[in-house]
């Protein structure tokens, strides 16, 4: 502390000084020309210093390090070390990462290799733990995780409170498990999950000790939830676009309690749109001021989340800073962690640990199937039939009547509806469930993946049933991963050894083969522009209105499982 304070004073030299360039002022909203002073990784002045180390910033701008608020890891298929080095040179610096992809496969295990696989790593990861492994009891997961097991992760270091609360009607209920584990964290933070959620049950759900939410679909949601204490994540993913919906919330007296998430960001918007750069710039384009819009995406993170050394630009703050070229829209030039150049222009100059050889975490366990299993037996002229939505993880139920032939249901692509499946993958249940989706445009074919929220069974969309079990079986042989098949050939497939959801391979290599299988799916006539990752959410049952799991189809509204045919 004492080399701190001589160095703010201008006794002893700071270890590095950026030099004449504009800085973005968090706390007044200004852009002042000055020099950023920094010793051992913290911020100890602005104004005029000088010293021996010294980065020429004039021209350019000084912000502080993206932080992103609300992340799945898992939906990148990267691992922690590859998402880093993917994700510096767009600005982001500190990720606070939900597991609860992988904990639904593996356990504890899953939350081991996160805290394990994300430390010493040029972007700070922090871990939210997963609150709802399973999400309900109407699937099939990995794992179960309880109070007693979410406590023994409870003082890491990284951890900095409990995930997203999916399970809002266990809240609402008092169910004693769901109490358990947010009292259990009652001093810690508490991300919520409550799409919809309104009234006197909204009350209760933020009485329980629950902050925040990233699942506002609308501006009259997001202001109910605001005005009853909420911080709002505003999320712009791959599959949920929201920001543009839900930007006018965002004024001087809302600001602070507004953030900027992406939650779920696949490979290809990852290489080809970017990370937090991306929503930032995107706030900026749709009239948002862009002070206020790096502000969103970090120092009001980092305030929510307890991280009170993050975020801005000021004495005592550590030195995650980015040099913009531009600020509107931000260009990123330079990168600095706690201090340390780690990239500039398209150079890295920090050191990653040693990449570790491609390998498999167990995940496949799967009884026997055949076609035959895919079959679905008329049982009535009409049926329930999940709706998609383009660009929403929401979906309609539709009454719909069904095609048949010979007494079985068959797909009925000249109305776009088509069959549907769910194979247990942990257990060896046995456990499929049947249905049928309208909106996904499959002509022909079959898509099949391991990644279906949150159970992460695996999932098959497909025309015939010889089709669907081809993709299912490619999926199992790969122990996890996803395919695209026609007829009897497999045009294109992904292997995710890591639980069925990741691989250590880089962003480079994954974006290319992602793009080959949305392209592969594109050619059966998919009609959404994310064909995989609009299928994995098909399977979650705590997004209305109705979805598939293993155990058949869930009514979200009524929460329960319900009969495919009427």
């Known amino acids: 502390m004492k080399r701190v304070i001589d160095a703010a004073r201008g006794l002893i030299p700071p270890d590095l000084i950026l030099k004449g360039g504009k800085v973005v002022n968090i706390f007044t909203h200004e852009v002042v020309e000055t020099d950023v002073a920094i010793l051992d990784g913290t911020i100890v002045g602005l104004g005029e210093y000088d010293g021996p180390k010294i980065i020429q910033t004039k021209g350019d ?88 097991d979410l406590v023994e992760f ?96 965002v004024s001087s007296d809302t600001l602070p309690r507004c953030m ?60 995650d800073l980015l040099v913009l070229s531009s600020l509107n829209p931000v260009e990123v030039r330079i990168v600095l962690k706690r201090g340390e150049k780690v990239y500039e222009d398209g150079c890295f100059y920090c050191s990653f640990p040693e990449r570790m050889a491609e390998r498999s975490l167990g995940s496949m366990n799967i009884r026997p199937f055949s076609p035959e299993d895919f079959v679905i037996h008329a049982e009535g002229a009409l049926a329930r039939v999940i709706g998609l939505r383009h660009d929403q993880i929401s979906t309609s139920s539709r009454i719909l009547p069904i095609k048949t032939e010979k007494g079985v249901v068959v797909s009925d692509q000249d109305r776009d509806i088509v069959k549907i499946a769910v194979l247990e993958r942990h257990k060896a249940t046995g456990n499929i469930g049947l249905g049928l989706v309208q909106g996904f445009g499959l002509r022909e074919g079959a898509l099949a993946s391991s990644v279906a929220h949150d159970s992460h069974n695996i999932m098959v969309v497909g025309c015939t049933d010889e089709e669907m079990f081809l993709a299912a079986k490619t999926v199992e042989e790969m122990n996890g991963g996803l395919a695209v098949v026609k007829n ?79």
Request: hydrophobic fraction near 45%; glycine fraction near 8%.
């Open 61 to 148: 701008f000084i912000c502080p390090g993206f932080i992103d608020g609300h992340f799945h890891i898992e939906s990148t298929m990267l691992s922690p070390l590859e998402l880093s080095r993917a994700v510096i040179p767009m600005g982001t610096t500190a990720i606070v990462a939900d597991p609860h992809e992988l904990s639904n496969v593996l356990g504890k295990d899953g939350i081991r290799y996160m805290l394990e696989m994300s430390k010493d790593l040029p972007v700070d990861i922090y871990i939210m733990l997963p609150s709802c492994v399973p999400s309900t009891d109407m699937e099939t997961s990995g794992a179960t995780i309880t109070a007693t």
């Open 154 to 249: 409870r003082d890491e270091p990284r951890v900095l409170g409990l995930g997203e609360m999916m399970n809002y009607p266990g809240v609402l209920s008092g169910v004693p498990p769901v109490l358990e584990k947010l009292t259990a964290f009652n001093n810690k933070i508490k991300d919520g999950h409550a799409p919809l959620l309104s009234g006197k049950d909204l009350n209760a759900y933020i009485a329980a000790g629950i902050r925040s939410d990233h699942e506002c679909t609308n501006l009259d949601e997001a202001r109910e939830k605001l005005s009853l204490g909420m911080y709002i994540m505003i999320r712009e993913g791959t599959q949920a676009k929201n920001l543009k919906d839900l930007i006018p919330l």
């Open 260 to 319: 900027l998430v992406t939650d779920d960001c696949h490979p290809d918007d990852l290489m080809e749109k970017g990370h937090m750069n991306y929503i930032v710039n995107l706030a900026i384009s749709e009239g948002v001021d862009p002070v206020q819009a790096i502000q969103m995406a970090s120092y009001n993170v980092a305030q929510y989340l307890g991280l009170k050394y993050l975020g801005a630009i000021a004495p005592g703050y550590q030195a």
């Open 488 to 566: 009897r050939d497999v045009l294109e497939k992904l292997a995710l050894p890591i639980g069925g959801l990741m691989s250590e391979r880089p962003l480079e290599e994954i974006a290319i083969l992602w793009k080959s299988l949305t392209k592969a799916a594109k050619t059966l006539g998919c009609a959404p522009d994310q064909p995989f990752m609009a299928l994995s959410f098909l399977a979650l049952p705590v997004i209305p209105e109705l979805r598939i799991t293993d155990k058949g189809l869930i009514d979200v509204k009524l929460f329960r499982i319900v009969p495919l045919f009427l």
